[in-house]
């Protein structure tokens, strides 16, 4: 795609817009019949892949809800303010916002596949708001404000990220102890490449700070742990509702019933009281919670085994369409290339016969001049004798009272009738070449617009079937691996 050379400050600020959404879009490779349908039918936003719009003065992001399928954003160079306009560009894995106004990180929640982030050359005084960017791999924040750089710690959880720029930030000369802070964080990021400024100081504080590292990978290794075993367990008692049976295994029904029963209470220190009901309770708790996490079981079975049938159902209905769609487009290829064919020929016949035809009616035409040009001339020779008896209207006794007028007259009338043929005959060949040529470009358009309704209503499909599984797995029923 070329360049666009616009000055940075040639412009007033201005806001996305359609127009500019257009400009940007077809000046990224639409050429020829791609132009032309996407300018008459308009441009499918959808399907676009990459979105360049640096250099333009643009003060805030809008109008990007429709690239749904957008991979790569250039923002930069630009009078960014402020993050945000981004919620729907899911696919997203390459956004370059630097040379902005930026001073704060916001509004990237919904960007999870995130890779490339570029921020440089902000106003950005703090690392933050950045925790669903798990598959970011790449993130340059040079020459902002960031003046603590301990804050970079924040970025030991991206376990993918493997190349940190933040040179040019503000940070104190003197203060070292806040950049062996830094090293101490960037110390343990696996494979992280940094620049070269910041190499030697980094292996200073890996020696000094040796026991440092140790205790905060301990203490994050402590942390994942716990954080596993609360995941596990969240997904045990999960399984516990899903069953129906949460808080049947045990004594927590009979707690319950004394807990709500005042009276009872007052006769709890009677010899006997608590055995009455607890054990047997208990014992039925317990059995009624072993039969529901066998029948959940069971349930889960049926559940996965009807969705992996359905799946295959999908995958070879998918499959079965597929090829009656390559077979329906291979055999209307050569109906339609049939067809052309076969109007064309159509077409090119009739104006060839009746170019043939036409001819035959100058010879006609010329022999009614003649005659008509030897009437005049006797009418002439009877007028100048005062022998004519016909009782002409006065325009035409005028008209033969010079002989060159009536000669002049019957010439006009000659070449007009000529013109008047030859126009006729143009006319028949030329409006039926153009029938065939609208016919087989309303053909061609009806199809182009069928097509790209298709591909609409697939994009439409499986968004749907995207959302629907989701909802099905995630809110309606859970894994099996709940059951392990």
Request: negative net charge; hydrophobic residues 40%.
């Given at each position: 795609m070329s360049q666009i050379s616009i000055g940075y400050h040639?412009?007033?600020?201005?806001?996305?817009?359609?127009?500019?959404?257009q400009e940007a879009v077809l000046e990224q490779g639409l050429q020829d019949q791609?132009?032309?349908?996407?300018?008459?039918?308009?441009?499918?936003?959808?399907?676009?892949?990459?979105?360049?719009?640096?250099?333009?003065?643009?003060?805030?992001?809008?109008?990007l809800w429709e690239f749904s399928s957008l991979t790569k954003l250039n923002l930069n160079n630009n009078?960014?303010?402020?993050?945000?306009?981004?919620?729907?560009?899911?696919?997203?894995?390459?956004?370059?916002?630097?040379f902005n106004n930026i001073k704060k990180i916001e509004?990237?929640?919904?960007?999870?596949?995130?890779?490339?982030?570029?921020?440089?050359?902000?106003?950005?005084?703090?690392?933050?708001?950045?925790?669903?960017?798990?598959?970011?791999?790449?993130?340059?924040?040079?020459?902002?404000?960031?003046?603590?750089?301990?804050?970079?710690?924040?970025?030991?959880?991206?376990k993918k990220l493997f190349t940190l720029n933040i040179d040019g930030n503000p940070i104190p000369e003197e203060n070292n102890e806040e950049k062996y802070t830094l090293f101490l964080a960037i110390e343990t990021f696996c494979d992280l490449r940094v620049t070269l400024s910041l190499y030697v100081q980094r292996n200073k504080a890996?020696?000094?700070?040796?026991?440092?590292?140790?205790?905060?990978?301990?203490?994050?290794l402590q942390a994942q742990q716990a954080a596993e075993e609360k995941q596990e367990q969240e997904a045990i008692l999960q399984m516990h509702e899903d069953a129906f049976v949460e808080q049947m295994n045990g004594d927590y029904l009979y707690k319950n019933i004394i807990q709500n029963d005042t009276e009872l209470k007052k006769l709890q220190c009677l010899p006997g009281v608590d055995e009455l009901l607890e054990q047997r309770?208990?014992?039925?708790?317990?059995?009624?919670?072993?039969?529901?996490?066998?029948?959940?079981?069971?349930?889960?079975?049926?559940?996965?085994?009807?969705?992996?049938?359905?799946?295959?159902?999908?995958?070879?209905?998918?499959?079965?369409?597929?090829?009656?769609?390559?077979?329906?487009?291979?055999?209307?290829?050569?109906?339609?290339?049939?067809?052309?064919?076969?109007?064309?020929?159509?077409?090119?016949?009739?104006?060839?016969?009746?170019?043939?035809?036409?001819?035959?009616?100058?010879p006609l035409e010329d022999s009614h001049h003649q005659k008509i040009t030897q009437i005049a001339v006797n009418t002439l020779e009877l007028v100048a004798k005062g022998e004519a008896e016909e009782d002409f209207p006065d325009d035409v006794r005028m008209l033969f009272l010079d002989k060159n007028t009536v000669m002049d007259t019957l010439a006009a009338s000659h070449d007009n009738h000529l013109q008047t043929i030859n126009d006729r005959e143009t006319q028949?060949?030329?409006?039926?070449?153009?029938?065939?040529?609208?016919?087989?470009?309303?053909?061609?358009?009806t199809e182009l617009k069928r097509n790209r309704m298709r591909i609409a209503d697939i994009h439409r499909y499986g968004d749907y079937l995207r959302e629907s599984n989701t909802l099905i797995l995630n809110e309606d029923y859970q894994p099996s691996s709940a059951n392990d």
């Open positions: 040639d412009k007033t600020p201005i806001y996305i817009d359609e127009e500019i959404l791609a132009e032309r349908i996407a300018k008459e039918e308009g441009i499918l936003y959808q399907e676009a892949l990459r979105l360049s719009l640096e250099y333009r003065n643009i003060q805030k992001i809008d109008h009078f960014i303010k402020k993050i945000e306009g981004l919620d729907h560009l899911v696919n997203l894995t390459w956004l370059n916002l630097s509004g990237l929640n919904g960007l999870q596949k995130l890779e490339v982030l570029n921020l440089s050359n902000n106003r950005i005084s703090l690392i933050e708001n950045m925790d669903s960017l798990m598959e970011l791999t790449v993130f340059c924040i040079a020459n902002n404000k960031l003046h603590q750089l301990n804050n970079v710690v924040y970025l030991r959880k991206f890996s020696a000094k700070y040796n026991l440092d590292i140790e205790e905060m990978n301990q203490g994050e309770l208990v014992d039925l708790c317990n059995q009624l919670f072993d039969v529901g996490l066998a029948e959940y079981k069971r349930r889960d079975v049926e559940v996965n085994s009807f969705f992996c049938r359905l799946q295959t159902d999908v995958t070879d209905s998918q499959s079965r369409a597929s090829k009656v769609l390559a077979d329906f487009q291979r055999e209307h290829k050569q109906v339609r290339k049939k067809f052309d064919s076969n109007i064309s020929e159509m077409i090119g016949s009739f104006s060839e016969t009746a170019q043939g035809i036409y001819p035959f009616a100058l028949l060949v030329t409006r039926a070449e153009a029938w065939k040529v609208a016919l087989i470009k309303g053909i061609e358009d």
